[in-house]
């Protein structure tokens, strides 16, 4: 099943709808970001750790934030976890962190029109990728409005599909509200210019939806308390 922002198929057009028509895909490049240098993409695993329904840690307790760092071929990204708001979400990130889940996946999607994010967390680097469970939305916005450096949880039609799939946003975007919305579990403190600059490079084929143009991949993540 393909993580999209959803519904599926019909995902970009719905969510271009939903941005009132005024989406100026011009919009998110009226800056232009510092050059970008990066690192040779290496190729995703071979082999995909799985895990179950019983891997499904426990919601992290505590209302403190959590910190994470993701290496990526790219630069440093730097985020900040929201425990107190997505505590189920929080404890599997960190939970997929620790395991290296994410090891040399590549980020697999950049969306530039009408909905401004970079999707990635799927090792296999199609969007199909799972990593064996599934849970539920927390700290969605009842606006459906994410600004720019929000962290969010990708997932299906499926309310209860959020699982290693996740996305940055990196210029104002409306998502539907129909169905629950998608986690907000963080934000971006440092680095979201690395994201801009991906953006700006476009997809690999010009159109508004599909993988960008210029590759990254995660190299690790690591979260601290």
Do not use: K
């Not at 994470?68 to 929201?82: F, R």
């Not at 606006?143 to 699982?163: E, K």
């Not at 997809?203 to 190299?219: E, R």
């Amino acid at each position: 099943m393909h993580r999209r922002l959803a519904p599926l198929a019909a995902s970009l057009l719905l969510l271009t709808a939903c941005g009132g028509g005024t989406a100026d895909p011009g919009d998110a490049a009226e800056e232009s970001p510092a050059p970008l240098s990066c690192d040779e993409a290496p190729e995703p695993p071979a082999d995909v750790t799985t895990y179950g329904p019983q891997d499904l840690p426990e919601p992290v307790n505590g209302t403190e934030p959590l910190t994470a760092t993701v290496e990526t071929t790219c630069g440093e990204v730097q985020l900040e976890l929201y425990a107190e708001q997505a505590p189920q979400t929080v404890a599997s990130f960190a939970f997929l962190a620790e395991e290296g889940y994410w090891q040399d996946s590549p980020c697999h999607r950049l969306t530039t029109s009408g909905i401004y994010v970079l999707q990635c967390g799927d090792p296999t680097g199609t969007g199909q990728g799972s990593p064996g469970y599934g849970y539920g939305i927390e700290n969605a916005p009842e606006t459906g409005m994410y600004p720019p450096g929000t962290l969010a949880m990708a997932r299906t039609q499926d309310p209860d599909s959020n699982g290693g799939q996740f996305f940055v946003v990196y210029d104002d975007t409306q998502l539907p509200v129909e169905g629950g919305g998608y986690s907000i579990f963080g934000q971006v403190t440092d680095g979201l210019d690395i994201v801009e600059a991906i953006a700006a490079e476009g997809t690999d084929t010009g159109g508004g939806d599909g993988a960008p143009a210029q590759p990254i991949s995660i190299l690790s993540v690591t979260v601290d308390g």
